[in-house]
């Protein structure tokens, strides 16, 4: 459960995210990917380029190391066909076996060394007769072992290899120093030059210091040489502990990676042509040269450029997707800031976004259409309603009625009846009088005045009305029924509810330019709460239900306060019990 | 006493008007009353009047109509628009006609009052009336404006003012004159024509309202009292007689 948890809340929080911050993702992780690709593929390269220069190099050294080393041998083969040409050799081969005595022998061991006079690391040369005398120029002791000798084998060697040479490593075991150093022994078999019959063979033993010679030309210490069983011969000791069997029996070269105590080192192993040597050569593990430049190079200029992509991809996408957005989305904000449908006026880059763009502001333009049309359609219910409303008091009708009981009133010889219905007309042709929104002061009296003598009429004695209107006011233009709310006011909030007879006096004069009109009534007075109650201003006017639904002090007030187009224009004084004065201070319009 | 006509379609407004104000202390009388624009034509010339009160909106004959032939006719006739507020239009044209006044309904004594004596003192101000002169009347007169009658009656506007206007004579002149000569009211024998016709269309069948229009009484509640008044029966009794 927890696990499966978790798990949701990380999608959640990689699809919750911007867009910016999923481009700056997957960029990262492009990044990544693509540098640890970049560490690989190099790793790879430059091993592998590495692999390729050690072959290359020890190829050339190993082949190097032959050449030289086939020559040199080449150059001993050559001086060992001088050996039958050589007097004392001749005598010595030809004697009779009983005529061989030292003193022969010493002589054919002047004349071979003559021979070899010029040649170095010559270990010694042996010359053997088939009955077994032998002449050795060699210092030292040498085991012979006149069995191998006269084995077939080693007699087989030299009759096939006619008229040429044979290598082998210690004189193939027949002959070989008593201290254990190896040589190299050049074999031929020895033919009388006029009988063209054997008479003998040729046994060259040449030191491994030829070899180290040869090899000292070569660089590093890393070559050696040893012999068909890996023993080790010349060079580096090290390098020839390296030596493997499968060397021996191996056609061309060979290369074969070795685990060192640090490091795989890579061995290569050459056979000297015709010969029991086998050169080594093992990589050095600190090539100086692993990879080439270029390929450096290359490699870090893709990385580079990659680097240079990948940030031009973040910068554009920021540039020409994320930012654009953003603008957009403030764009669209500012909309609900504006409080109205607003377009977007922002530059789109001329893309995906500038589309998107043309399809808001067109959907704007559609649904800002919709608004106006649906306003319109209200605005035509409303003047019906309006008109239905008109139409069900049709003042023609409601005044021919008046007419025709007032003068039924006359005949019954019930004047007062024809007062009262008189007033109420009166009182409706004023009130109900459309066009004006405007009507002089003397006009809106007229209304009050029907109206509390109508009042007058349903309570009874219950209020006497007294005017204070100054001449100069008369003309005076003001909104049309703002007067009478507020006597309608005085009378239900006010003197009804004191159960007694009230006053309600209407004053007007004109001061500093302004028109102040007073209703003031003798009623049970306003408490401080209501009175800042109905002089609140609301950001929210009042509807039209709370106008109609009784308190039209408010309503009136904000009409007033409409009009005139500021707050300041009334006043409410009162004492509880006492009485209420609500003043209008209406400015005057100048006139001209 | 200034004599005072009332031309309304609602009777009750009539009557009112007539009950409710004291006229005798403003020195004035009712002398008659009209439903009809179209009425107030036929019988103006009979009552005389120095002030009339119009009703606006009347059928017909509007009070504009009405108004504007009577103030080409009768120069001197102070003339009272009354009007409701909901006939703002009407009001609108009345701007242009030469009104004393106009009251707004349903009036009040006060306001009725107010204006009446304004309106007194205007009459006043344009002295009394003409005293008539001799005029040079020929014996052919008579029986070219007969004729001129006998060839005009279905012109719903012709009136003995009209005539006596288009033959050069004071109307009470040849009110009088006429009188000697046919031995009948020009308003008899001008309702004697029509009324000749009348009978001649309702004997073929002719459905009453069209034929108020034809005879020149384009208002059928007028014809039919004045076909009553010479038939002895109603237009439609009148029919079913025959």
Redesign the interface.
Known sequence: MGEKKKERKHKFFISNNTLTVKAWYVIGGALLVFTVVFAIAFLVMTGRSRRDYEIRESETVLNSMSGNITANLQSYKDITRLVMLNNQVVRFLRAKSDEVDAGLKNDTKFGINDIFVASDYVDSVFIFRDDKHYVTTGKGVYYIDYNLMGDSFWQAVIQVKEGGTVIFMNGNKAVYRANGDPIITIGRAIYDIHSQERVGILLVNISTGMLQSTIQGQVGSNVCVVTEEGKFLAGSEEVAALFSDDFANAEGMVHRAVRGDKNVRMISALRVPETPLIVLCASNASSPETIPMETMIAMLLLFVTFLASISVAAVFITKNITHPIYELSEEIEKTKEAGWLKKIDAEMPDNELSMLKESYNSMIDYLNEMFTRLLDKEKVIQKAEMRVL?EQI???FL??S???I??MA??AKAPNV?SAL?TL??F??NF????DREIPLEREINIVKDYLSLQKLRYGDILNDEYDISEETKECQIPKLILQPLVENSIYHGIRLTGEKGIIKVSSWIEDNKLHITVWDTGIGMTQDTIESVLKIDDHPTSLDDNLSGFGLKGTIERIRYYCGRDDVVKIKSELGEYTQIELILPLEEKG | MYRVMLIDD?Q??R??LR??IDWASLDMEVVGEAASGIEAINVIDDFRPDLAFVDI?MPFMNGIEFTELATKRYPNLVIIIMT?????EYARQCIRLPVFDYM??????GEVTETLKRAKAKIEAMGPRKQEEEEEFEDSSIEQITKYIKENYTDSKLNLTFVAQTFGFSSSYLSRKFKQETGKNFVEYLTECRMEKAMELASKNVKMFVASSEVGIPDPNYFGRCFKKFAGVSYSEYQAKL
């Open positions: 008109h049709k003042p023609h005044y021919n008046l007419e025709t007032s003068y006359l005949e024809h008189e007309g009166s409706y042709r109900l009088s459309k066009g | 609602e009750s407004a009557s009112l009950e409710s909106s409701a507020f909901d006939e703002f707004l309904k349903p009036f009040v004594r």
